[in-house]
């Protein structure tokens, strides 16, 4: 009986890690993820651009478990046949009903053709809307022009590539086959209008038609063109290369009869001729670009974007978690070391991200808030699982999964702003201070959250263990110490690395801006813990207890400089963040002062 | 003796721990809520009230420590503590180093408050200039041109007050201060009725006193002056581009109000001012400004770009901004800074490092010695 019983343990295991670790198949786009598009200054392979597009509308990455590539390339090339597709995230259904539309079903996620017959009435509030200032508007209103805004991107998106399909002003051909003809078009239009044929006077109509569709479509989104003939470089969309010609009464670029081969290759399902043809583009990009765009980098965060490796890592901790609180149940052994090793797989996927972001984007692992959070849980699962190393008694683990785990998903609120791996403005752009000051810095605040979490440990073991008590209770409070140790090293010198960065980029050594206010909240408490224990004013209990005081200084200064809304330093803020602070630091209030009643009454 | 010391009440108090905790503790409230306050009041009042003040009142009229004094209690105690608590033997020398290390951020800082400037310089390319002008302090400039030299003559607007006179050496004028607003607006004829005693060249007519703003870059000041000889009223207002002049005594004298101008130990020529963005996007990638300097004969061309400024002596010039016209002139921000205790917080950041990883390696091998030898007890 209990020998089937660990097998079956051994095989959910198994399968739990063999799940997350298989890829999405049933992907035919694996050339066409390659096309490097440019968004927000960066060049990044389409794959990423359609994750970020879909996110940005629908608030996931993936559309119904299939990546978002799938659903671009129906977007692009087939838009009709996208119009049924759930993408466009309402939060607030007062929306709906105040656009008109009867589909009033509360927050959820909607499809083009639901909202279709709303549009001009979305688009006239979302300009009397964005009238207001910024701060005035209702939730609703800011709602409204968010919408907007994502109907308006996929409007962009959906016509990217129209001049290659057949259209009634074009008497059921393409733009781009009339663009062909431009010279024929040339000399009609220069002769006399009382001249001309009757063939002659539909293509004048035809042309007046291409006029309107090219001051139609401008500013697209899609930039997937390299243009080095100015010298500088610099990306442009289809319609851009397709406008240009047709300004100038040129025949269209090779660029765009190589996507009008892509396109209709793609509407009439030619799997093998549309793998042919993408390759074709992408390889003409690399040639005309002159490899500016690495084709090593674009394939890397392909895989990266396949193995999505912050969600696997945050799975791998949450059962390492779940497994070592069943070790407390039943089968001691076998679930402590399955906890330990989904501990290990989790850091696996975790090292690798951190490293491919890395390579990907030329920078040091931590530029923006979101990046904070996957370092600072990585941070602190390698230091619980080196606490386990030297100490065997669990806690490692189970500190190092359970913060590893929290501040993934905290990390996964930031993705939006932060997982695009976007562009450095100037006074960021150095990659030392970047690599130096931040880096340290996350480092110690990892550290203190540490010492905080098993200050918890801690004070839970004093109020409810049996048996050994003393004994456990002193390695505890000595991994609480050194933790916060740890900790205050590294907040100290990241502090002052941060104010020598300062120094060096604006002159000044410390400003008492916010930021700078809450890294020295953290020093100066864990100044304060260390010298109270020293001068005797607090005991361990007291220690453990200021521990956790100190995760709420490190969480004051992870968001609450950014709530404040001021300093230099300002990048991440929401008001919900602010409910959610206050809630977690008023029920951290309460476990301390709970605690320490119940352990005075005691006589602890 | 130092023993003997040691036992003197205000001598123990002055080593005790307990003062450090109250220090470390008055620090982290002051610290907290000097950052709340920024929030409404912005950063220069929040530092003139909690972080670099001696006392404060708070509410009005309970008056609490401010971060100057709490850092100099603070610092009386560091030296106490290390003359008297901590004994100078090796294994206490992590200990030592960390707090040598604080010990040498304090003074640091304390140079850099007394000491140290902030000024700002902006120059048109092709533009030269030697000197700087301050961010928010201001000052009375007069100038008269004989046969081509311009003399001048400037007092800082700190420096007057209302009803005074001012004598300058080397003009032979009159001038009394009559109104002297830290802010102000101006009003032009037909805002306000004129006065035919009055002395303008942008023509303003009246200025009135404004509530002076917490960000000291907001305040413009505006001066009225009366010169005895002519009998009129100089209006002066800060918003203004040109200077007024008036005729005194045969000479012609210009008045102007503008930034209180530093003179550099060097010549900047702004030669070229570049702006790159990253392709397709409006996001600044870097900016730089190709300067001429000129210092003892010496010439030399130096580019200047965000996180690479430029050194001399215990002066430092920063790419701070920059501004493009509509016109497309281009224009290049420096901040300048002298500080002569730059380096020290870079020693103590390295000096604390090293106290504080060799305390702790220290504390943790005698923690292992105590446990093992505890077991071999059991």
């Known amino acids: ?604 | 003796m130092l023993n003997d010391l040691k036992k003197q009440n205000i001598i123990k108090f002055s080593y005790s721990l307990k003062l450090t905790v109250a220090c470390l503790i008055l620090l982290a409230i002051l610290t907290t809520w000097g950052t709340i306050y920024q929030a409404d009041n912005g950063l220069y009042a929040a530092k003139a009230k909690f972080f670099t003040s001696w006392f404060f009142l708070a509410g009005g009229f309970i008056p609490l420590p401010g971060a100057g004094l709490v850092l100099s209690v603070l610092f009386i105690n560091l030296i106490s503590v290390m003359i008297f608590r901590i004994g100078l033997r090796l294994k206490n020398i992590g200990n030592i180093l960390t707090h040598l290390g604080i010990l040498i951020l304090l003074i640091g800082g304390f140079f850099t408050f007394f000491f140290s400037e902030e000024s700002v310089l902006m120059l048109k390319e092709g533009e030269k200039s030697s000197w700087s002008n301050s961010y928010h302090a201001w000052e009375l400039s007069v100038w008269k041109d004989t046969q081509g030299v311009r003399h001048f003559s400037s007092i800082s607007l700190s420096d007057l007050e209302k009803g005074e006179k001012i004598n300058f050496p080397d003009f032979p004028i009159t001038i009394i201060v009559k109104k002297d607003f830290h802010n102000s607006s101006a009003f032009r004829n037909g805002e306000r009725s004129s006065n035919t005693d009055i002395l303008n060249a942008s023509g303003i007519v009246s200025i009135d006193e404004k509530k002076t703003e917490p960000e000291p870059e907001a305040n413009i000041p505006g001066l009225v002056l009366f010169s005895e000889d002519l009998k009129k009223d100089i209006l002066l207002y800060g918003g203004e581009n040109i200077s007024t002049s008036a005729e005194i005594k045969g000479d012609i004298y210009n008045f102007s109000l503008r930034k209180l101008r530093k003179k550099l130990p060097i010549e900047l020529g702004l030669l070229d001012f570049r702006i790159k963005k990253y392709p397709g996007s409006e996001i600044v990638k870097s900016y730089e400004s190709t300067v001429d300097i000129r210092h003892d004969d010496i010439q030399r061309e130096v580019i200047i770009s965000m996180n690479k400024p430029l050194r001399y002596k215990d002066y430092t010039f920063f790419q701070s901004s920059y501004q493009i016209t509509p016109a497309g002139v281009e224009y290049s921000v420096f901040a300048v800074v002298k500080n002569s205790g730059r380096l020290l917080p870079y020693i103590s950041s390295i000096v604390v490092f090293i106290g504080m990883l060799i305390h702790f390696i220290i504390m943790l091998f005698r923690r292992k010695k105590e446990n093992s030898s505890a077991q071999k007890g059991n």
Request: with cysteine.
């Open chain 1, 1 to 604: 009986m209990k020998f089937k019983l660990k097998i079956l343990i051994f095989i959910i295991t198994f399968t739990l890690v063999s799940s997350a670790l298989i890829p999405d198949s049933s992907v035919s786009l694996d050339e066409f993820k390659k096309i490097v598009i440019l968004e927000d200054g960066r060049k990044k392979p389409i794959d990423t651009f359609a994750q970020n597009i879909l996110k940005q509308l629908s608030g996931r990455g993936k559309l119904e478990k299939a990546p978002a590539v799938i659903w671009l390339a129906r977007l692009l090339f087939t838009p009709d046949k996208s119009y049924d597709d759930m993408v466009f995230l309402v939060n607030n259904p007062e929306v709906l009903s105040s656009i008109g539309s009867d589909e009033v079903q509360g927050r959820g996620r909607y499809s083009y053709r639901q909202l279709s017959h709303n549009i001009s009435k979305l688009r006239e509030l979302a300009i009397s809307a964005s009238r207001i200032e910024n701060s005035k508007r209702s939730i609703v209103e800011s709602e409204i022009i968010v919408l907007y805004n994502k109907i308006y991107v996929y409007h962009k998106l959906a016509g990217s590539f129209q001049f290659c399909f057949p259209s009634p002003d074009f008497e059921n051909n393409s733009f781009l086959s009339y663009l062909s003809k431009i010279k024929d078009i040339k000399d009609i239009k220069a002769k006399e209008i009382e001249s001309l044929s009757e063939a002659e006077r539909k293509i004048l109509h035809i042309s007046h038609k291409m006029d309107q569709w090219s001051g139609f479509y401008q500013d697209q989104k899609l930039d997937i063109l390299p243009n080095l003939s100015s010298g500088e470089e610099k990306w442009e969309s289809p319609w851009d290369s397709v406008n240009r010609s047709f300004k100038f009464d040129e025949p269209p670029a090779d660029f765009v009869l190589l996507i009008n081969k892509m396109v209709s290759s793609f509407r009439n399902n030619d799997q093998a001729g549309f793998d042919v043809n993408v390759k074709e583009f992408n390889d003409f990009v690399m040639n005309e670009s002159k490899n500016i765009a690495d084709p090593g980098r674009i394939k890397m965060e392909i895989m990266y974007n396949r193995i999505d490796p912050f969600y696997k890592s945050e799975f791998f901790y949450g059962f390492s978690l779940l497994f070592l609180l069943f070790s407390y149940i039943k089968f001691k052994k076998l679930f402590y070391y399955s906890s330990y090793f989904l501990l290990i797989l989790g850091l696996l996927p975790h090292t690798y991200g951190l490293i491919a972001r890395m390579i990907i984007r030329n920078r040091p692992p931590v530029t923006n808030l979101f990046e904070t959070f996957v370092f600072a849980a990585w941070i602190t699962a390698v230091l619980g699982l080196a606490l386990e190393l030297f100490k065997k008694k669990n806690i490692g683990i189970l500190t190092g999964s359970l913060s590893g785990l929290v501040l993934l998903i905290i990390s996964g609120r930031y993705a939006l702003e932060g997982d695009t791996m976007g562009m450095l403005v100037a006074v960021l752009d150095s990659n030392f201070w970047l690599a130096t000051h931040v880096i340290t810095i996350t480092i110690g605040y990892g550290g203190v959250v540490i010492s905080g979490v098993l200050g918890h440990l801690y004070i839970l073991q004093a109020m409810f263990k049996k048996g050994k008590k003393k004994d456990t209770l002193k390695d505890t409070y000595q991994s609480v110490y050194a933790t916060q140790a740890f900790g205050l090293i590294f907040t100290f010198v990241g502090t002052v690395l941060g104010g020598i960065w300062a120094d060096q980029s604006w002159g000044r050594f410390w400003g008492w801006d916010p930021k700078e206010n809450g890294a020295l909240l953290i020093i100066l408490w864990s100044a304060i813990m260390f010298h109270g224990k020293l001068g005797k004013m607090i005991k361990e209990l007291g220690f453990s207890l200021g521990s956790i005081l100190g995760i709420i200084t490190v969480v004051l200064a992870w968001f609450g400089v950014n709530l404040l809304g001021v300093g230099l330093h300002n990048y991440g803020f929401s008001s919900n963040v602010a409910s959610a602070l206050i809630i977690y630091i008023l029920l951290e209030l309460l476990f301390m002062g709970g605690s320490y009643i119940y352990l005075k009454q005691k006589k602890l």
